[in-house]
């Protein structure tokens, strides 16, 4: 047999076979063996009919495509893993040349995983610093406020309306979706409104209507037809509440959680915003390190990867749809106006970067010998199940599948946590 690699654009290489006529012949006794299964022929039993008749009956040229078929898949496949290629597509055969008694010759076209051409990537992540996190007194401040807030008591009044208090109304206006009734609840002279709208609710009381117009501002962004216009609206006030804050001392850290004074909640607050910082400040270090990499790295794409992470985007994208906005998906491409293919368009250029920092990562991997323990992966699922216990029927799902995620993710964060610890510390 003689082979031929060329290589093409796009990631793609080209394979010519050529098959001597010696080393196809043993493959037409299995295709007439096929091909005359269901042959009946008058006199002979099924499976005794001699060579000559199945030959005539068939006709030559059937059973040389059906024997050519079986030559194509055993030698390509036998050249793919002894050659370790690392095939991505299905092949594309052509056939070039098939007749009896010469030799059988076609070419296989396929894309593969590209070469990988790396700068000095460690030299790369040690010039990318580190930015040393802080948490400040006025953060500490504002998340303390924030739960404050959360822990906020209400009581109706039966006063008029006065800023601060906490207020349920509907209201409507001929000018906005033909004067549709809308229901709203916020706390008065904050300034959810279009100016100069809560300005005429003070004063209010419960099941009072007031009618009053008011001007847009000339770039008011929201609904820009009714930008500079003046716009008449009828408000109900359906009911005035008080919202008293609770005062910030240790009896309100008690009630709480488990802290024993002000000064330990203050001190957790601090430690989950410092955590969260490093967490982000973590996600942004790996994010500039690749694309400092990626920014000097030579690899021709191929489409085929492209394609399938454009999917799964559109999968991802379908999911949240679902689990978030409960509505189906059709609905939701009706309301953004586009078709699938739009969208699946639209993430072209982030799937090119997601792949691209998918290769390099791996490229890197295989260069530094990084390797995933089996346990490791186990552990990690463990970890997930046991975290997930309202998981619907464990038993159906795909632990293969599974096993194989996981083993990226972790692949992957061995890389980027050898390509961190080159980062040197820096200033925020």
Request: aromatic share 8%; no cysteine.
């Amino acid at each position: 047999m003689k082979v031929e690699l060329n290589n093409l654009p796009k990631s793609k290489i080209g394979i010519l076979f050529e098959i001597s006529w010696q080393e196809f012949a043993p493959y037409l006794d299995r295709a007439r063996t096929e091909l005359s299964q269901d042959l009946k022929i008058k006199g002979f039993r099924p499976g005794k009919i001699p060579e000559e008749i199945i030959r005539k009956e068939i006709g030559e040229e059937k059973i040389l495509a059906q024997a050519s078929k079986h030559v194509i898949k055993k030698k390509y496949a036998d050249y793919v893993f002894e050659k370790n290629l690392e095939v991505i597509s299905p092949p594309k055969v052509e056939i070039l040349k098939l007749a009896a008694k010469n030799p059988f010759s076609f070419k296989v076209e396929v894309e593969v995983l590209p070469e990988v051409e790396l700068p000095n990537y460690k030299e790369i992540a040690s010039r990318v610093k580190k930015r040393e996190v802080s948490v400040e007194e006025k953060e500490i401040e504002e998340t303390l406020n924030f739960l404050a807030k959360s822990k906020t008591e209400f009581k109706t009044q039966e006063r008029k309306a006065e800023n601060e208090d906490f207020l349920e109304i509907e209201y409507k206006s001929p000018q906005i979706e033909n004067n549709k009734v809308f229901e709203d609840r916020f706390y008065l002279g904050k300034g959810q409104f279009v100016p100069g709208f809560e300005k005429n609710i003070i004063g209010m009381k419960k099941n009072e209507e007031r009618e009053f117009t008011v001007t847009f501002p000339e770039e008011y962004e929201l609904k820009k037809d009714l930008a500079g216009k003046q716009v008449t609206f009828k408000v109900k006030l359906k009911k005035v509440q008080e919202a008293k804050l609770p005062e910030l001392n240790d009896e309100f850290a008690k009630k709480l959680g488990n802290f024993k004074n002000l000064e330990e909640l203050k001190k957790s607050i601090k430690e989950g915003i410092k955590k969260e910082k490093e967490t982000i400040e973590k996600l942004r270090l790996r994010e500039e390190i690749l694309e400092e990499i990626a920014s000097q790295t030579k690899i021709e794409l191929p489409e085929t990867l492209g394609a399938l992470e454009k999917e799964h985007m559109l999968d991802d994208l379908k999911e949240n749809v679902k689990n978030n906005l409960k509505i189906p998906f059709e609905q939701y491409l009706g309301e953004i106006k586009k078709s699938e293919n739009d969208l699946k368009e639209s993430f072209t250029d982030k799937a090119k970067k997601r792949v691209k920092g998918f290769l390099i990562l791996r490229e890197i991997g295989k260069r530094e010998e990084i390797e995933v323990k089996e346990e490791e992966v186990t552990s990690l699922i463990n970890e997930l199940l046991k975290n997930l216990p309202n998981i619907e029927n464990p038993e159906k799902l795909d632990h293969q599948r599974l096993k194989e995620y996981y083993k990226g993710v972790i692949y992957n964060e061995k890389v980027m946590q050898l390509l961190t610890k080159a980062s040197p510390k820096g200033e925020a």
